[in-house]
């Protein structure tokens, strides 16, 4: 399927030196690919000298004379920088240009450019961010993480609806299971948001495992974990904190005298195989997902290898139909549930 | 300093298998100590037949003739098991024949139990269940991990108090930092009670350090980490997931092939000495904080090693003065915040 994805070229703490390699890449291992680069005009066409000419014809450029600062208030930049490669790059989803827009730039400008720009789906109050993360099965797709810090059980259920249809498209699950992150398996813990929303989605048509906790993460429980995006934030550092120590302390260990310098050695092979099993780089790619159209935010500090994740992941969601995935879960669940608006509210 | 420490003998899936030859450990290492064994009269004399002849006076019997099941309701043990082991521990601190109470059953119970028996210290709405989390400079104490799942800014507040106490009596800290677990350090992120919280903390007194976000917790920036209920059980029970899937992957690739086997080999001590770093043992016992007594609760599966830490905790948190040391920090914050009730209210 032809795919055309928007990218902020000038996104992330790495701008061109990562986005147009990355692309280039992308491009040479998708050959249904093509891609709108989106940044100022001059070090952009620059940049794309480098890119090898058989895959050159299937980039095409987009100027845009302002760049979206890491740090800048999201809210600024969308009322101050309308010329933005972040911007533009959302825009071209509007008109049609595109199907997809990757930036690795600030998230929060993204999810309110996005926002103003594209609108949510029908039926979805709010978009979430959702990723995926490593388990001892696959993969979890887990969300939200951050996008909404108060939710309703609707929204809950919303976000179940969007994560099945993203485990559907992203890793091939025909009927995708559901866990809702609790303190607890039985039906009485947690808080009131929590127990509402297992009455939703008990009654959903979803494929509802029940409550999970966090370890089911990891163990791979279920194909979707749902929870608030206080919350899934939190599980996410957390963890990205516990890898960062326990990376520091197997070091320290195999550092500590030269006995054990020589075990490093030794387990070179080994521990290089652990290491790319846990490799956030694989994982590289949040979906702003519940807006009209595929948004991913990549990682600020991505590298090539990285932000070429983002962007199959991109192609992926597109190839694989996600939008219309969301719009057939809505349309069935609200057939369950009169709560749920339907399609056309 | 003298220390009673009264022990439910029955607890946690392994009962007096475990709990005596820990007992028998704690009291060899701890000359000032002294226990209490609460259990079935019969099975506890014999179990304790085993125990060496120069510390058996150091150890008190009492009877119970009940058991409070590990899966059992709360409401049902505090209610209709008055003679429980669990439950006759805790009169004990009530009594002042101990100044702490041990036990590795049901955790509902034991709190249950000691809010009723105990009530709670002044100055505080309810208990909180506190632990100690390796970090990459020593320890986190981190609180509260799931005893109150709707919390207000005032409870987040006094988490903050017993987490300080706790991070001076057990790390010895004289002035420990307090971090608001938050999902962004600036102070405009987050939810309305965790706003409302950092106000609060500013105005404390206490070594407040600001918002924190989860991967703090394993960085070591503060010494305490305050959140609610779901929000600290969550991030403890992924970081438990997450672990073992590590060691799962570790396992995997170590055992992939004969070059892995060997590798294996030559790392064992590196290993091993890696996974003792992180040995859950090393971390146990939860101190339910806020009641009007020591009250630790040990893991249900604690093996002889685990519960001695356990024992340990409670005499550290009795020798070193830590219902004092609430008492006089609920004083000092009453002090600066009108809106703390003053020890005497």
Redesign the interface.
């Known amino acids: 399927m032809r795919v055309t994805i928007a990218v902020d070229a000038m996104g992330g703490d790495h701008g061109l030196s990562v986005t147009v390699p990355a692309v280039s890449n992308f491009l040479a291992a998708t050959p249904e690919a093509q891609v709108v680069m989106v940044g100022l005009a001059a070090p952009l066409e620059t940049a794309l000298a480098s890119v090898d000419k058989t895959l050159r014809p299937r980039i095409t450029v987009r100027a845009a004379s302002e760049i979206v600062e890491m740090n800048e208030p999201p809210t600024d930049a969308l009322r101050r920088k309308k010329d933005s490669s972040m911007r533009v790059a959302i825009n071209l989803i509007k008109s049609g240009e595109a199907q997809a827009c990757v930036s690795a730039g600030n998230t929060g400008a993204l999810m309110a450019i996005g926002k103003f720009v594209l609108k949510t789906l029908p039926g979805i109050d709010r978009p979430a961010i959702a990723t995926q993360l490593?388990?001892?099965r696959g993969v979890s797709t887990v969300l939200d993480l951050?996008a909404n810090?108060?939710c309703s059980s609707e929204q809950l259920l919303q976000f179940a609806i969007m994560g099945s249809a993203l485990a559907t498209v992203i890793e091939g699950h025909k009927n995708p299971t559901v866990g809702l992150?609790n303190?607890g398996e039985e039906e009485t813990k947690?808080?009131?948001l929590v127990r509402e929303a297992a009455e939703l989605l008990k009654c959903s048509g979803l494929n509802f495992y029940g409550n999970v906790?966090?370890?089911?993460?990891?163990?791979g429980t279920t194909d979707v974990v749902v929870?608030d995006?206080?919350?899934g934030?939190?599980?996410?550092?957390?963890?990205?904190?516990?890898?960062?120590?326990?990376y520091?302390?197997?070091k320290d260990?195999?550092t500590?005298n030269w006995?054990?310098r020589?075990?490093?050695l030794?387990?070179y092979?080994?521990?290089k195989?652990?290491k790319s099993?846990?490799d956030p780089r694989r994982f590289n790619g949040a979906t702003l997902v519940g807006l009209r159209g595929v948004v991913i935010k990549s990682h600020g500090s991505a590298d090539e290898l990285a932000f070429e994740y983002a962007l199959r992941k991109a192609y992926q969601e597109v190839a694989h139909g996600m939008l219309e995935r969301i719009a057939q879960h809505i349309e069935a669940v609200s057939a369950q549930l009169p709560t749920v608006a339907p399609l056309d509210a």
Do not use: H, W
């Open positions: 490593p388990n001892a951050g810090v108060n992150l303190i947690g808080n009131e906790e966090g370890d089911d993460i990891y163990m929870c995006g206080f919350v934030n939190v599980a996410l550092k957390t963890s990205e904190g516990l890898v960062q120590m326990l520091q302390f197997l260990e195999y500590r006995r054990a020589l075990a490093a030794f387990s092979r080994v521990l195989s652990f099993r846990l």
